[in-house]
């Protein structure tokens, strides 16, 4: 069984940072390109960051870059999303996806072959 265990969501004041986590099993992870995607309350979801399978390429929506960090550890199958300068408009579940594919390829149809539960991070102003 396939199983994306994210974690690290929390309430936090605007100006801060927070650490997500996501830990795979049940795929080979190195083969995978992981993002991470959110869903702000009443919006539509969208893609925040994305990373290839092994690091070779990086990418992030406009709206977070220079804020937030990628990165991935192959030998623990555990994507990662550093989240610095947080501000309420980051409100949103957080899902961390993967595809065994170029991630731009999924980038705007989101058609990821897995998808973690989501976690929920709330920055109050």
């Known amino acids: 069984e396939v199983q994306l265990q994210a974690c690290g969501g929390g309430l936090v004041q605007a100006g801060g940072s927070l650490r997500l986590s996501c830990e795979a099993s049940g795929i080979t992870f190195r083969n995978y390109a992981m993002s991470w995607v959110r869903q702000p309350p009443e919006k539509k979801r969208e893609g925040v960051a994305s990373?290839?399978?092994?690091?070779?390429?990086?990418f992030y929506a406009d709206v977070v870059k220079g804020r937030f960090t990628i990165s991935r550890d192959n030998a623990k199958n555990t994507v990662y999303l550093r989240m610095n300068d947080l501000k309420p408009e980051d409100t949103g579940v957080y899902y961390c996806?993967?595809?065994?594919?170029?991630?731009?390829?999924?980038?705007?149809?989101?058609?990821?072959?897995?998808w973690g539960r989501g976690t929920l991070v709330t920055v109050s102003s």
């Open positions: 996806a993967g595809a065994r594919k170029d991630p731009r390829l999924v980038w705007d149809t989101y058609e990821y072959d897995y």
């Open positions: 990373i290839y399978s092994q690091d070779q390429f990086i």
